[in-house]
């Protein structure tokens, strides 16, 4: 069964621009978690997905969105790009959500820079 | 808002050695999850508990609820364990998403 696919892997923009990564989820899994990775506040939850509706967010502002769709892939955007959002972002997925959601398989990640 | 302490930071050990991992939480949480991530970023998740003690090869988590606090054991490490293992917990009775520990750096000499 094919593990957790990010695009991309690597990522340089500039700051004021917007991104778009992409996460597909093992197949079956329609939860699917989105967290930001830094040397400085480690790894931080952002939002999580399941069947199409965000079942909670993280302490990040409004600039950072996401949305699953009906085959769970899942993107998450970043508009109005800053210095600071330069990170390592990680997508997970799991069968389930909530207090059953049992183990998350995480993808490789995709490393945004922002310059 | 769930506070993860992990100890120690960094921990340098010669192959062979018996290693402890402990991480500590400040809420009632409904998961905790061990993480090990390799250079590079993959994330592997270890373990999940609720309760108890899980084993895995030469991998052994526990957990005690009442004192909200967990310990990620390795027996007869070896340096390919070498990495940075991270504790999560689920807590909101698992409305919230995963809040994580800093992590402890882990280097096995061969």
């Known amino acids: 069964k094919a593990g957790v696919t990010q695009t991309p892997r690597y990522l340089i923009k500039t700051r004021g621009q917007q991104v778009t990564l992409s996460c597909s989820p093992i197949s079956g899994h329609r939860s699917v978690s989105w967290y930001q990775q830094t040397p400085g506040q480690g790894l931080q939850f952002l939002f999580e997905y399941f069947s199409e509706t965000q079942r909670n967010k993280g302490n990040f502002p409004g600039r950072f969105s996401g949305r699953q769709f009906s085959n769970s892939r899942s993107e998450m955007n970043v508009s109005t790009l800053e210095l600071g959002d330069s990170a390592l972002y990680l997508c997970a997925s799991s069968r389930k959500t909530g207090a059953t959601t049992g183990e998350q398989y995480f993808g490789p990640g995709t490393r945004l820079t922002v310059t | ?110």
């Open chain 2, 1 to 110: 808002k769930n506070e993860v302490e992990q100890s120690p930071q960094n921990l340098t050990a010669q192959e062979g050695e018996f290693i402890t991992i402990n991480c500590s939480y400040s809420v009632g949480i409904s998961a905790l999850h061990w993480l090990q991530q390799h250079p590079g970023g993959g994330i592997v998740s270890l373990f999940m508990l609720s309760s108890g003690k899980k084993k895995h090869g030469r991998l052994i988590a526990t957990i005690n609820i009442q004192e909200k606090h967990s310990s990620l054991h390795i027996t007869a490490s070896h340096p390919r364990d070498s990495a940075v293992y991270i504790c999560a917990v689920r807590s909101g009775g698992g409305a919230d998403g995963l809040t994580f520990g800093k992590g402890t750096h882990l280097i096995i000499q061969p």
